[in-house]
């Protein structure tokens, strides 16, 4: 069914801050789908962002109040106008570096008090924003602004972290998985605690060209072939599952 999603923008906005190809924009329309699908009143939402590429989704995007915060600090902002006004429903919206480097404490104690907050994290591996710094979610080896020679620390595995701080709802689905992503943030949207949704989005400009990625479509590619869910990846080997990424639902303690 075709929808009219345009009653959700900002009118006057005009140009997308977002480069060719950025999956984060991608992410902006199955958010603003998940919204619709549920038909929530926008009037009683308000979305919380820091800074990045991601931070740019629902701010000035949004015809809706939006929170453009500091740095790091969108869980603080976030926990703040909930307890405010408990019957605001309260989405934040950023970037993997924003939310999980200097933004790591407050979400992990977000999940550990289970306050019911929504967090949608666009992980596209990199500090995108800022010219491409290496970040908490770089793959192995990966090249960036600041590992030329292959980034050499392990990355976190962001649902098992946040679950592990006792979220109600945890998932991961990548851009390429559309109508999978859409339901899960339906569904955190729906959750009574703090629901975490990871979203993998792909970053031609400071990740894509840096790791040997021709094209935005490449990297779409590469996501269509990696992604795997859940279900299908139990029973394979940990030979027959390497540089796959598990995709799926993770916890669904919230009702
Ligand atoms: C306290 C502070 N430190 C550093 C910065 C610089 N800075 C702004 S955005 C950003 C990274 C954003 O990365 P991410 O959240 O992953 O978003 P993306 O751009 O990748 O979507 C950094 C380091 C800042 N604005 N404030
Ligand atoms: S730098 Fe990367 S994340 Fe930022 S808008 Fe461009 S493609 Fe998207
Ligand atoms: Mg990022």
Redesign the pocket.
Known sequence: MARDLEQYLRPGVGVT???P????AILMGLILRAIDELQLDINNMLFVSGIG??AWIPSPHFNADTLHTLHGRTIAFATGAKMANPKLKVVVISGDGDLTDIGGNHLIHGARRNIELTVICAN?SIY??TGGQVCSTTPLGAFTMTTHEGNPYRPFDLCKLVKAAGAAYVARYSVTQPFALIKSIEKALQTKGFSFVEALTP?????GRRNKFDSAADMLKDLMDRCIMKEDAEGLSSEELEGKIITGEFTDGGD
């Open positions: 801050t977002f480069c190809g950025c999956g984060e590429c991601a596209n995108g924003m970053c031609p400009i400071q990740f």
